[in-house]
């Protein structure tokens, strides 16, 4: 849907896979958030968020 409706933008898209709870348990998923999480943080603060 984004690359359809936002084509000028749809490589800057970040996405992320993680399961539902019928899936994963919280204390499997939340940890797998966080460190994502913490690796956007370090991304953006680079000159080139991509690398």
Do not use: K
């Not at 849907?1 to 994963?24: H, K, N, S």
Request: hydrophobic residues 50%; negative net charge; without cysteine.
């Amino acid at each position: 849907m984004v690359e359809r409706r936002f084509p000028a933008v749809a490589d800057r898209v970040l996405y992320w896979q993680v399961d539902d709870l019928d899936v994963a348990e919280p204390g499997d998923a939340l940890p797998h958030l966080e460190l994502m999480v913490a690796n956007l943080i370090a991304m953006l603060r680079t000159d080139d968020p991509r690398s």
